[in-house]
């Protein structure tokens, strides 16, 4: 079964663009700093890297990895990749380059590109470090950095290359069923998981995302998250390529790049993770900026607090712009459910389900719970992930034989709206970025003066929640903050970098062995009274 669309039928996500390139050539499709490329010139870059990546050997099933800021080359190389019939996955610079090898060696791409250029990319030693993560590599391709790479860049490449040579594949080639995209996000034991999405998965979703976030040709959609989030690929990214818009990227999220680029591109489309409103309406620049042009503005990723709705609102309401909210999640490519126009808006509200997705709220069981009481949210529909690359156990585990699939999250159904509650496992949010305890753990507790360390979420008016650590420091040895800062800041992502370490003797137990959170927590409220360094 085809999307539905205003060009045509579409099975495939690359379909959408040179449908597009022959309605608009010259209208603005993907805008990058400096760079201003036309849907003709999109399309024209498509073919020419989905004709090098097969002369280099890439072909239907591979992957094709790309570690950078958001950037012009994301949307090429993934709809080059959909055309080949191979998936691409997308990786953050901010990763710390442990994590970015474990991650490319599970996944084990065929064709690897990788931002090298200051400040957003990654080092030239990371880069080293990586490249070989894959025993399939057939091609490296690096943006910016320096010559010595000894690999292609990757813009010489695809300018060089005639985008004639590679014609539309014939629909016998590929399956819409077969995999498309790659997103990796934390699984319940704490390691990244691969979460395999499929062109009828995506395009299920979309038909949904541009109606409700109002993304038409004339549309202009910032794009500041992480390759990695589905919000960039997704909801942001492909959304705005399937819609006819034009795609606003910025290299890394800042409120005051973010006002810029509003006022000089003329934003139309806003979406952002509660802590990134915060920031923006905190800025003291923020009064001044002019949103006349935005007609859209998103929020999800985390709930938002009524000290955030009311500003976003009197906001939304002096622009005469819509806010749209809702429920998602990367194994369903994004929102399942929205707000609509007239909803009142408070914390947690995430809106009505899509037409063609089904809800429930079970108990641990997975029994069904009456309406008004709260459960795990478990979720149907055509925009479910194919599952988790190389893991059948934990996919098995959290879909069952009736496809349902267990989010781990809890809410609340209420005459058909969902009411967001929190997660039924020990992940929290950061700045809309999934964190776990375990993660952070595992890296303070290889740290040779430390006994042992456990993870505590500690409410953040900006972030959501930061992470806290309680720290066990082996007998005889000394600590302090900044060395496991330092320390963790090497190993881990930014984000989940531990705000505060306290030390302890002991960490409280259970009777299993395992760490007593519930009293963890009371000691934070304890440790609350300690003065910051």
């Given at each position: 079964m085809a999307a539905d669309h205003t060009i045509g039928p579409i099975r495939f996500l690359w379909e959408a663009i040179p449908r597009w390139a022959a309605l608009h050539p010259e209208r603005e499709a993907v805008v990058d700093g400096k760079l201003r490329l036309s849907w003709r010139e999109l399309d024209r870059h498509i073919r020419a890297l989905a004709e090098v990546l097969r002369r280099a050997g890439v072909r239907p099933g591979d992957c094709v990895a790309q570690v950078s800021p958001p950037n012009a080359a994301f949307p090429i190389a993934f709809m080059a990749a959909a055309r080949l019939g191979a998936f691409w996955a997308g990786f953050s610079p901010r990763y710390a380059p442990g994590e970015l090898y474990a991650m490319l060696e599970d996944c084990a791409p065929a064709a690897l590109i990788a931002d090298l250029s200051e400040p957003c990319g990654i080092s030239p030693a990371t880069y080293h470090a990586i490249r070989n993560a894959s025993d399939n590599l057939l091609l490296a391709l690096t943006i910016g950095g320096p010559a010595e790479s000894g690999d292609p860049d990757f813009w010489e490449t695809v300018q060089g290359e005639d985008s004639a040579a590679c014609a539309d594949p014939a629909d016998e080639q590929l399956d819409p069923d077969a995999p498309a995209l790659l997103?990796?996000?934390?699984?319940?034991?704490?390691?990244?998981?691969?979460?395999?999405?499929?062109?009828?998965?995506?395009?299920?979703?979309?038909?949904?995302?541009?109606?409700?976030?109002?993304?038409?040709?004339?549309?202009?959609?910032?794009?500041?998250?992480?390759?990695?989030?589905?919000?960039?690929?997704?909801?942001?990214?492909?959304?705005?390529?399937?819609?006819?818009?034009?795609?606003?990227?910025?290299?890394?999220?800042?409120?005051?790049?973010?006002?810029a680029t509003v006022a000089s591109e003329q934003v139309t489309v806003l979406g952002q993770v509660p802590a990134m409103y915060s920031m923006l309406f905190?800025?003291?620049?923020?009064?001044?900026?002019?949103?006349?042009?935005?007609?859209?503005?998103?929020?999800?990723?985390?709930?938002?607090?009524?000290?955030?709705?009311?500003?976003?609102?009197?906001?939304?309401?002096?622009?005469?712009?819509?806010?749209?909210?809702?429920?998602?999640?990367?194994?369903?490519?994004?929102?399942?459910?929205?707000?609509?126009?007239?909803?009142?808006?408070?914390?947690?509200?995430?809106?009505?389900?899509?037409?063609?997705?089904?809800?429930?709220?079970?108990?641990?069981?997975?029994?069904?719970?009456?309406?008004?009481?709260?459960?795990?949210?478990?979720?149907?529909?055509?925009?479910?992930?194919?599952?988790y690359l190389n893991q059948p156990g934990i996919t098995q585990a959290r879909l069952n034989n009736d496809g349902w699939f267990r989010t781990g999250d809890i809410g609340v159904l209420k005459n058909g709206a969902l009411e967001f509650r929190g997660r039924a496992t020990e992940m929290f949010k950061s700045g809309g970025e999934n964190i776990f305890p375990t993660e952070i753990e595992q890296v303070l507790e290889t740290h040779p003066s430390v006994l042992a360390a456990a993870i505590v979420a500690v409410p953040d008016p900006t972030f959501g929640e930061v992470a806290h650590a309680f720290v066990v420091p082996q007998p005889g040895h000394s600590l302090s903050e900044d060395a496991l800062r330092a320390y963790c800041a090497g190993r881990l992502a930014h984000f989940k970098v531990p705000r505060r370490f306290h030390f302890r003797d002991r960490l409280p137990m259970l009777s299993s062995g395992k760490v007593d959170r519930i009293t963890l927590r009371s000691w934070h409220a304890e440790a609350a009274e300690e003065p910051a360094p």
């Open positions: 997103l990796y996000t934390s699984g319940s034991t704490g390691r990244p998981l691969g979460v395999l999405h499929s062109h009828r998965s995506i395009l299920a979703n979309v038909v949904h995302e541009a109606r409700l976030f109002g993304i038409r040709e004339d549309s202009r959609f910032l794009l500041h998250f992480p390759i990695n989030h589905v919000a960039a690929d997704v909801e942001i990214g492909y959304c705005t390529l399937y819609a006819g818009g034009t795609l606003v990227i910025l290299p890394k999220f800042s409120p005051r790049d973010v006002m905190s800025d003291p620049e923020f009064s001044s900026t002019p949103f006349r042009s935005v007609k859209t503005f998103i929020y999800g990723g985390g709930v938002m607090s009524r000290e955030l709705i009311r500003p976003l609102e009197s906001l939304a309401g002096s622009v005469g712009a819509a806010i749209v909210t809702g429920y998602g999640l990367s194994e369903f490519a994004g929102f399942v459910s929205a707000s609509l126009p007239g909803d009142t808006l408070f914390p947690g509200y995430a809106g009505r389900l899509y037409p063609d997705c089904e809800m429930r709220i079970a108990d641990t069981s997975g029994t069904p719970l009456p309406d008004g009481e709260a459960g795990e949210i478990l979720l149907r529909g055509p925009y479910r992930m194919l599952g």
